[in-house]
């Protein structure tokens, strides 16, 4: 890091000046939150921006209110070379001022006045230089089809890269942004332009509108050649008296491919309105398709940015690009209200942003486009979480914050798809119009403001006229880790059915962790009467309790998370398991998903064996629903990976996999047919991938190799014929060449994808790399992924794959090992919590935990948030390592 101080300009002053410097007794560096003693009140922010030049200057004023008397003020900025700032009081005086890199790795800058103040409004100016960040971090610099652009992407912590300020979510101010930009580039930012003026040669000066109060973490915009289209306006409702301008923002000659997502963009607008009854907050609506992205997408108020895949749309594109992209935007504009009109205050509460903008996406889905199954994506979103949540070292969702690492680590499973579940559970505890008007007042109460958990449960509380009990049920989810396990068990009481419930954390074989909590769980459970089936509830929050289930038939059976809307696992014995699993057609869609991860759970716990799974699991690859005959296919990779040791073991899985899909994948075919679901080119990906890539059987990859081997031939312009295979196979189709073509096709892909703009093909062919075994070019892969022509975004994508088998394994690790400076130079901090999974992650053995660990003993403390990902990636490998020794894979065979 540099250290920058700037001397004082007039040398008439230095010897005052310098004294008075000298005898400044700072207090101690603010490495967690700022003090409170100085904050801002609005900021003047000037960019004089070139995307074609490496550097940009800037000039940020910020007022501040100074509460204590004192010599000096706390704030940030990372790598900025400040070349001048001063301090003007309320009186109008100039005083000169020192900029102090405090702590610059955390990038805490210490502002020394030349004189003591007292408290006052001051004016705080700065004139600086700094680089365009290389690491998609800040003020960044991105280029597509060789030209450059820059554009921003604060959150969490990276506004400092950009201007000098009070980077933390809970100063909220109004922010004045003007760019000074070349004539011939355009520029967009969070709000209106209402002003341009030539600023000398080839310079013009675009002024903004004044946002309404934002966190640092909000601020955007984005200069370069841009496509800037207009959307349809969206039109005026009851809670928004004027039309609202959508535009797309695309690099140059992609805008027209922007079309669809903004003819999908007013009906997301218009549900959102009508949920939270407050009109959408900002004075327009920019989606902006960034060339590169670290994030798959963010927030920005009035400025949204995506990974450009999600916005550029064709007619033919895959489907799951086209469902992506309307569930993403419809999170985005979700945070409109929920994260931007109301900002958490610190960054333990950032599941307030991310939670409910994921359940808040689903509601809107569900609303709009019903098939595409928003309920079911909750379910298996949720249990996703659950994996994580399984784990010692998982977070809580109300995570304490110690440093940089924690905050950069928040945007993970726990807080979005755990926080997003727990939401509905307690939704469904107190029913869904109650909860409404608890969110609703809860956003009218904090608006432009920011808020804690307390408020909102405090909101949701009032609502439902709940009190201290809902309260710390509710605060129990979010205040320690882990799943809840439920254990059931049916027995008959004085004349009636009775379900004895007992609970405890959920943790797999070889876990080291403590079993012993109680959250207060709203159980749910469904169970068969004479005439069907009826559901029961109970608020469990003691280790042990009951639900009556009045009018249960005879031999009935029991779904103990009814619908999937609790976010717990539950166990039953092997017995009864088996039972429910015969009751499949009884059980609604998403109780299915339910009984998945069930057994799944059961066989990680250590309850039943292979076979006991394959058998539970395999009625569900029956069904019509993707989402529900999918979900064993999990369980399934596990068993063939890390369990089946022989040719007869893996013989039997293959059998299994082909009874259960294979028939589907033939009747779906291999081309999309005219008019199809987009749930059938969904399933078509989803089997071909399974059953090619990770099955390979030989008929599915016979019929991928024609389309791979087509797709592969060269065009009269010398480009690949990539448009040759179905847009929703190319990937997998690829990845069979790749491993049977071998080098000529690594060769070709390589060669191609620096002349392929298209990010759908883009990530096809990325996707397909990744799928090669042979070792010599698994390394030239890698290598590749190191190389320029890969954007920063796109590199994890390369180095994820090869690692199915220990070899494979051992060589990533290799490889890694010697490139480590280089994968750390290139993506930064911002992606350092997942740096020890992507080096050693998929591993099942004690040496490759003990590897980890020794490799990163000195550096991950150099790392933002290496730490958490290295106790997280440490875990999982032991656990697997316990849970191959616990089960015995001859049950494959039984």
Not at 96 to 107: I, L, R
Request: hydrophobic share 40%; proline share 5%.
């Amino acid at each position: 890091m540099r250290r920058l101080v700037q001397p004082l300009v007039l040398t008439a002053l230095a010897a005052c000046c310098a004294a008075a410097f000298a005898a400044t007794a700072p207090d101690q560096v603010p490495h967690g939150k700022l003090p409170r003693w100085a904050v801002p009140e609005s900021y003047a922010l000037s960019f004089k921006v070139d995307p074609r030049q490496q550097d940009f200057s800037g000039t940020t004023v910020i007022k501040v209110d100074l509460k204590q008397t004192s010599n000096h003020i706390w704030l940030h900025g990372h790598d900025l070379k400040v070349a001048k700032v001063s301090v003007t009081d309320a009186a109008g005086k100039t005083h000169s001022a020192k900029y102090v890199e405090a702590a610059p790795k955390e990038g805490v800058v210490r502002v020394d006045f030349a004189d003591t103040l007292k408290p006052q409004e001051l004016t705080l100016s700065f004139d600086y230089t700094a680089p365009l960040n290389m690491q998609l971090q800040g003020l960044y610099k991105v280029s597509h089809e060789g030209q450059p652009y820059a554009m921003t992407q604060m959150e969490p912590i990276s506004a400092r890269y950009a201007f000098p300020g009070f980077d933390e979510p809970d100063f909220k101010t109004p922010f004045d942004i003007s760019l000074t930009i070349p004539n011939d580039e355009k520029a967009v930012a969070n709000t209106k332009q209402i002003k341009q003026v030539s600023a000398g040669s080839g310079w013009k000066t675009l002024t903004f509108s004044t946002t309404k109060p934002l966190p640092t973490y909000l601020v955007a915009f984005g200069v370069g050649p841009w496509d800037i289209v207009a959307g349809p306006d969206i039109s005026p409702d009851a809670y928004r008296a004027t039309p609202l301008q959508l535009r797309g923002v695309a690099a140059k000659g992609e805008g027209h491919r922007m079309q669809h997502v903004l003819s999908e963009t007013p009906s997301i607008i218009h549900a959102l309105e009508d949920y939270y009854a407050f009109g959408y907050p900002w004075d327009k609506l920019d989606l902006l398709a960034a060339p590169d992205f670290a994030a798959g997408a963010m927030e920005n108020a009035g400025l949204v940015t995506f990974r450009d895949w999600l916005l550029l749309l064709d007619p033919d594109s895959p489907a799951q690009y086209v469902r992506g992209s309307f569930n993403v935007n419809a999170h985005e504009l979700a945070h409109q209200w929920t994260g931007d009109t109301v900002t958490t205050a610190w960054w333990n509460d950032i599941w307030l942003n991310e939670a409910f903008a994921t359940w808040m996406q689903q509601k809107v889905t569900m609303k709009v486009h019903p098939e595409y199954r928003a309920d079911l994506d909750r379910v298996r979103g949720a249990q996703h979480a659950m994996d994580n949540d399984s784990l010692v070292t998982a977070r809580k969702i109300r995570q304490p914050i110690t440093g940089n690492g924690d905050i950069e680590t928040a945007f993970d499973a726990i807080t979005y798809q755990k926080g997003a579940s727990v939401l509905g559970m307690f939704e469904g505890y107190v029913g869904e119009k109650t909860f409404q008007q608890g969110m609703r007042q809860y956003i009218q109460g904090h608006k432009f403001g920011n808020a804690t958990a307390d408020d909102l449960v405090d909101s949701i509380a009032k609502a439902a006229d709940k009190g201290k009990d809902f309260k710390q049920a509710f605060k129990s989810f979010l205040n320690q880790p882990g799943v809840p396990y439920v254990r059931t068990q049916l027995v008959q009481k004085n004349g009636q059915t009775v379900l004895k419930l007992s609970q405890s954390r959920y943790l797999p074989v070889g876990s080291k962790g403590d079993a012993k909590h109680v959250w207060g769980v709203p159980v749910c459970v469904r169970y068969a009467t004479a005439d069907g089936s009826k559901v029961n509830c109970e608020l469990l929050e003691k280790a042990t309790g009951t639900i009556a289930l009045p009018g249960a038939s005879a031999n009935t059976w029991v779904m103990p998370n009814a619908n999937a809307s609790g976010y717990y696992r539950f166990g039953m014995g092997k017995d009864d398991l088996a039972h429910l699993g015969e009751q499949i057609s009884h059980l609604t869609d998403a109780e299915q998903l339910a009984y998945a991860d069930a057994a799944d759970a059961s066989f990680h716990h250590g309850d039943i064996n292979a076979g006991d799974l394959l058998a539970a699991l395999k009625p569900l690859t029956a069904s019509r629903v993707r989402e529900v005959a999918t979900a064993p296919i999990a369980s399934f990779e596990w068993l063939d990976r890390y369990l089946a040791r022989t040719d007869a073991q893996h013989a039997a899985l293959d059998a299994w996999a082909k009874s259960a899909y294979l028939p589907r994948m033939e009747l779906l075919g291999y081309h999309r047919k005219a008019g199809e679901p987009d749930g059938d080119s969904l399933m078509r990906s989803t089997l071909a991938g399974f059953l090619a890539l990770d099955v390979k059987l030989p008929e599915v990859r016979a019929e991928l190799l024609k389309q791979g081997d087509a797709a592969l031939k060269r065009k009269p312009d010398g480009h690949l014929s990539l448009d040759a295979a179905d847009p929703d196979l190319l990937d997998t189709a690829l990845g069979v060449a790749v491993q049977e073509r071998g080098k000529s096709a690594v060769d070709a892909l390589i060669a191609e994808l620096p002349k392929t703009s298209d990010p759908a093909q883009r990530n096809a062919m990325l996707a397909g790399l990744s799928a090669v075994e042979d070792p010599t070019l698994a390394a030239q892969v890698r290598n590749f992924a190191l190389d320029k022509q890969v954007k920063v975004g796109e590199m994890a994508a390369l180095l994820r794959g090869s690692r199915e088998t220990r070899a494979q394994r051992d060589a990533m690790w290799q490889w890694a090992v010697g490139h480590y400076d280089q994968i750390v130079a290139r993506t930064g901090s911002f992606a350092g919590g997942r740096l020890p999974g992507l080096m050693g992650g998929g591993g099942c053995s004690q040496d490759e935990a003990n590897r980890l660990q020794a490799f990163f003993k000195t550096r991950a403390k150099d790392v933002t948030g290496a730490e958490r990902g290295l106790a997280q990636t440490t875990e999982d490998t032991l656990l697997c390592a316990a849970l191959k020794t616990k089960q015995d894979p001859q049950a494959i065979l039984h």
